[in-house]
Structures are given as structure tokens and as C-alpha cells.
């Protein structure tokens, strides 16, 4: 079943429903981990992103792993796989415009990646 799906089907998933998510970087980041993930402002946001600034995690480490080894390739660095445990509870507590969630390939997607980055809300 999809993310999406499972955070609107509180009938179905139960706010305890553990979660992981995976986020994929390289070594320059590290140091950023131990002070805090921030979101870059926009002229800092790497011109490779589908969607602009911010965090992303996927349900798929493949996908994760995959984005980290392209990143250390271009930047001269080591891979990192960060692994987030969460639940559903605190999915669904994020505030709808601070949160994208695309999981699948699907017009939503082709849409988000046609309108290309866009600036964080302020």
C-alpha cells in the first residue's frame, strides 16, 4: 500500500504503525546530521533536485542508495544511507504544505517534475 494511503486510512493504520523511510547523501553532509537537518535557501538548493529544496526520504532504500552513490560519484566522497524510524502519527501531524508525498510514478509526479524547483514557503 502506498504512504499516502496508509496516513488517510486511520481506520485501516493505527497511529502507532511504525514507518522507515530512507534518505540518501554523501560524506559532505555528515557534518550537518550532528547540528540539525535544515532546508537551504533556494540559492543555496542543489540544481539537480526535482523539487527543490528540502528533505526528502523515500520507502525505498534501493532508491536512497542509489541517490547517495551519485552524490559521492560527483563530489568525491563516501555514499551514506540514513534510515528514519518514525510512525504514522507523526506523518500525519506535518502540516500539508510542508509536505509532498510522492509515491508513485504518476501525474502528480510528472506534474511536480515538469513545474520543476520551486521556492520553500516562507
Known sequence: MRLAAMIQNRDKFLDSTRI???????????????????????????????????FYLTGFSWQAIRWARARADANGTQPILVTV???????RRIDPVQKLIIDAYNELWASTIRKGPEPPHG
Open 20 to 54: 522507515l523511510l530512507f534518505h540518501g547523501t554523501d560524506s559532505s553532509q555528515e557534518k550537518s546530521f550532528h547540528q540539525g537537518i535544515g532546508i537551504p535557501e533556494s540559492s543555496d538548493q542543489d540544481p539537480v533536485t526535482d523539487f527543490g529544496p528540502g
Open 85 to 91: 524510524q518514525t510512525t504514522l502519527k507523526k506523518l
